[in-house]
């Protein structure tokens, strides 16, 4: 196995096991590596501090699979592909739904392979050049895993420029998709288009959330923004609110969130008033009209990188700042970032900072994080991206 070598000093996130080696902390490689292949990382010192992914073309020179000196298990991929998907199965807190995610990255020691099932279909998406060199390996061990009937590639374009591998996107095994697949989470129901939806389709990390909107939304004017599919929109009809407003860019969104809030109304009440508006959700949260007691603020990450983080925080606290303004007295506000590079304590600060120039008194009854099937390893805080707040205004 080729050596990676880094400079002195750089070995202590790698003791602690974080799993990334940058490229900033690598002083030499004995050898030359091809993209994608299995590499061990050396001290400065000589001392062997774990194995892992080369990708030549990415800041993320090293993805680590296995920690210390041991080698990796002849069979190591198959055991994590099953282990990720077992802990779904086995999990108390993931009844009720046959749309969730079976394998995320760095949380399930699975780094650059995401795979989530919506009913019969998994969806994957294979993020660094060493789990896309696996791709035909990777494909029958979760079609055995599983017994899904068809198995379809996502392209990330993102990932696949910063890894330095061509883009993919088709069918690994089964039949194509034939148009939207029906899904179930909880009492809610939803149609997923996984060729061409956001994501692989559907926010399945959302799922938490769009329970407590349920909870929270009888007899309440609802504000939607952002609304995309209208998720959100659903689970306030399947709740019982008394009036919906979705706000979105896409027509095509739009419409399917008008067939997303019709098919789960609420049983035994009055279907909501639905209102679809085709708008910037930034521009229209600075113009609407007051009086909503549940708004959504849910925008797409703002922040994807570091240098990015000052200007998503004040665009995060302008669209908060015009929304509690607009929240009629007692509203809740359920408030995301999905961005690590604002994390709970900076998107605390912005809903302060928010809360201060909108004169308002503001208590925060809850904070949200993404559900279960999309665990995160301790050692890799990264992995943690969704923040959220419950505030009452």
Known sequence: MIDVILHGGRERSLERRHPWVMSGAIASVRGEPAAGELVR????????????????????????????????????LQRRVEAAIARRAASALLRGTDALRLVNSEGDEL?????????????????????????????PLLEGATGAAC?????????????????????????????????AEGERRYEVDVVN????????????????????????????LFSYTGGFSAAAARGGAASITAVDSSPAALE???????????????????????ADAFEYARNAAAGFDLAIVDPPPLARSKADQQRASRA??????????????????????????VGAELFRKIAFAA??????????LGQLTAPADHPVSLYHPEGEYLTGLLLEA
């Open 41 to 76: 990382v050396v001290s400065a010192g000589g001392v062997v501090l774990g194995s892992g992914d080369w990708s030549p073309a990415s800041m993320i020179r090293v993805r680590l699979l296995a920690a210390g000196k041991e080698p990796l298990e002849a069979d190591w």
């Open 111 to 139: 780094p650059g392979l995401v795979v989530d099932r919506y009913a019969d279909t998994l969806v994957v998406k294979f993020s660094s050049v060493g789990m896309q060199r696996r791709r035909e390996e990777i494909a």
């Open 151 to 183: 198995g379809y590639e996502r392209a990330d374009a993102t990932a696949a420029r910063r890894e330095g591998f061509p883009p993919r996107q088709g069918l690994l095994w089964g039949s194509p998709p034939a148009g939207r697949i029906p899904i």
């Open 197 to 224: 939806g956001q994501k692989t389709g559907f926010f399945l990390d959302q799922r938490d959330a769009r329970e407590l909107v349920q909870r929270l939304a009888r007899g309440r004017r609802v504000l939607d």
């Open 256 to 278: 399917l969130a008008a067939l997303h809030v019709a098919a789960n109304a609420a049983a035994g009440a009055p279907p909501a008033r639905f209102e679809a508006l085709r």
């Open 316 to 341: 995060y606290k302008d669209v908060l700042l015009a929304v509690l303004r607009r929240a009629a007295p007692g509203a809740l506000v359920l408030a995301f970032s999905c961005s690590h590079h």
């Open 355 to 364: 809360a201060l120039d909108a004169a308002r008194s503001v208590r925060v």
